[in-house]
């Protein structure tokens, strides 16, 4: 089997299995909310899926889905001063009128809602002008913070387009890895790690399957690079523990030279090896 065969099947393995399930839940928690606040029905309005499944870099066993529940304008007179707790309340309470056996309980900042496999945040917001979502935080006396879900997404979603599709792979193939080696490192983390990485280096900008080997490689190395150069903030101490065991790595892959010792010529037969690998592959 070739290394691009292999990468194929590892992703492949990684899809959500269960994507009508949650699809049917966000529609049954978007029905109740608009039950609330618009008096309507709609499983689909008012709702913006958001965090790794509205990004499209989840894996198979996801556990934590987001929503946004975008509040009437209307409503904001009611809650701007100081009623952040009252929203979240409003909101749990609009889904247990609807589901009241479902486990539903007020965060800081949003509505959790606990199903058997999964549980969704709810996070009610208001929509500003320029796109970006206020939402609330009980925290102390409570206060209103800014979300930007919609860039993020699209900011994920041109960066993959741009570099040949293998952003959303390596967050879900960097999620996978994390998940084996129970890493606290969150998935807007994993992302914007991938995000930047990629952005940093051209090296992948039209290579697929058959290099994500190197591609794996030479992730953990800047990764390992911030962790050692940040010191021991949050971000710093989860990464570190890729310096600490440098031997794992997505699908057990032992080291390899880097990519710029190839360049210099010394691991020439390995890439003439890999062009006739990806030629005979049609990759």
């Known amino acids: 089997?070739?290394?691009?065969?292999?990468?194929?099947?590892?992703?492949?393995?990684?899809?959500?299995?269960?994507?009508?399930?949650?699809?049917?839940?966000?529609?049954?928690?978007?029905?109740?909310?608009?039950?609330?606040?618009?008096?309507?029905?709609?499983?689909?309005?008012?709702?913006?899926?958001?965090?790794?499944?509205?990004?499209?870099?989840?894996?198979?066993?996801?556990?934590?889905?987001?929503?946004?529940?975008?509040?009437?304008?209307?409503?904001?007179?009611?809650?701007?001063?100081?009623?952040?707790?009252?929203?979240?309340?409003?909101?749990?309470?609009?889904?247990?009128?609807?589901?009241?056996?479902?486990?539903?309980?007020?965060?800081?900042?949003?509505?959790?809602?606990?199903?058997?496999?999964?549980?969704?945040?709810?996070?009610?917001?208001?929509?500003?002008?320029?796109?970006?979502?206020?939402?609330?935080?009980?925290?102390?006396?409570?206060?209103?913070?800014?979300?930007?879900?919609?860039?993020?997404?699209?900011?994920?979603?041109?960066?993959?387009?741009?570099?040949?599709?293998?952003l959303k792979r390596l967050c879900r193939m960097a999620r996978a890895w994390k998940n084996k080696h129970g890493l606290e490192m969150s998935g807007l983390l994993i992302d914007t790690l991938a995000y930047n990485f990629l952005e940093s280096t051209e090296e992948y900008d039209t290579r697929s399957y058959l290099y994500y080997d190197w591609l794996s490689r030479d992730f953990f190395g800047f990764i390992s690079t911030r962790a050692a150069a940040r010191g021991r903030d949050r971000e710093a101490v989860c990464i570190q523990y890729l310096l600490e065991h440098p031997n794992l790595c997505i699908l057990g892959a032992q080291k390899k030279p880097r990519i710029d010792d190839a360049r210099q010529g010394r691991i020439h037969r390995r890439n003439g090896n890999r062009r006739c690998e990806r030629d005979d592959a049609g990759r």
């Open 1 to 166: 089997m070739s290394v691009a065969d292999m990468f194929n099947d590892f992703l492949a393995n990684l899809v959500i299995q269960n994507t009508e399930t949650i699809s049917l839940r966000y529609g049954e928690l978007t029905a109740a909310l608009n039950k609330k606040f618009r008096d309507t029905e709609s499983k689909t309005a008012n709702v913006l899926q958001v965090g790794s499944f509205g990004r499209n870099t989840g894996i198979d066993g996801i556990s934590d889905l987001d929503m946004l529940y975008i509040m009437p304008k209307g409503e904001w007179d009611n809650y701007k001063d100081g009623r952040q707790l009252k929203l979240l309340q409003d909101a749990k309470a609009a889904v247990t009128a609807r589901y009241p056996a479902t486990d539903v309980r007020v965060d800081r900042l949003v509505v959790t809602v606990t199903y058997t496999d999964f549980h969704v945040e709810i996070q009610p917001v208001f929509e500003q002008d320029d796109g970006s979502y206020k939402y609330p935080d009980t925290k102390s006396e409570g206060s209103w913070k800014i979300t930007k879900p919609r860039e993020e997404m699209e900011a994920v979603s041109k960066m993959d387009d741009a570099k040949n599709l293998n």
